[in-house]
């Protein structure tokens, strides 16, 4: 499993990051705080509180390729 911290903050940039995530076989979810959603779901981040940073779960040990697709929601 790999986690890693980013940031969705724009409707245009949520519909980009669920295209890309979808993509993907394994599980991904994203934790806010306690509560934990498919990063799938467009529906299940807009519940998210999205003026804070969100901590992506990637049930992979293979993912440098989805890792690489999200640099842009990656916080720095």
């Known amino acids: 499993m790999k986690s ?3 940031k969705l903050d724009m409707a245009e940039k949520i ?6 995530v979808s993509v993907y076989p394994y599980e991904i979810d994203l ?4 509560y ?5 779901s467009i529906l299940g ?3 998210l509180d999205l003026s804070k940073t969100i ?5 992979s040990d293979d993912c440098t390729e989805l890792l ?5 929601f990656i916080a720095k």
């Open 55 to 59: 901590v992506l779960e990637i049930y």
């Open 31 to 34: 934790r806010s705080g306690r």
């Open 36 to 40: 934990v959603i498919d990063a799938k």
């Open 68 to 72: 690489a697709n999200l640099k842009e």
């Open 4 to 6: 890693v911290i980013i």
């Open 45 to 47: 981040i807009f519940s």
């Open 15 to 20: 519909k980009n990051f669920v295209q890309i």
